[in-house]
């Protein structure tokens, strides 16, 4: 029921080697068959969420072809620099998935969220 977009999947985990990550990528069945994301230990500089949307294969899809209009990256990049602000605000989350996230020409709606907390951390 959401608009059209591109479809994107925003995600955090908690590793054991590196402490909170969080990955971007490509939404929909393209993140299951192509596995096209990029990630980066937490939290996250002002440049990073740039750098890591271009990394992806899949860019292409976000600047816009076959007479598409470029997707809102800029919303995508204010959207990670704020769940990365979140992960470091609530240590108490284990794992965040936004997925999808469609963007759009302007803006972008963050159609699911599932959040697991830590074992034994009440709610926020």
Known sequence: ????????????????????????????????????????????????????????????ILTGVRGKKPADRQAICKLLLKVSQMIEAYSMIQEMDLNPVIVHEKGLTVVDVRILLKSGEGGV
């Open 1 to 60: 029921m959401a608009k059209q977009g591109v479809e994107v999947i925003i995600g955090t985990k908690y590793d054991d080697q590196f402490g909170p990550v969080i990955m971007f990528g490509i939404g929909g069945i393209l993140v299951e068959v192509l596995k096209d994301v990029s990630f980066r230990v937490l939290p996250i500089t002002r440049k990073a969420p740039n750098k890591m949307i271009r990394e992806i294969k899949s860019y292409p």
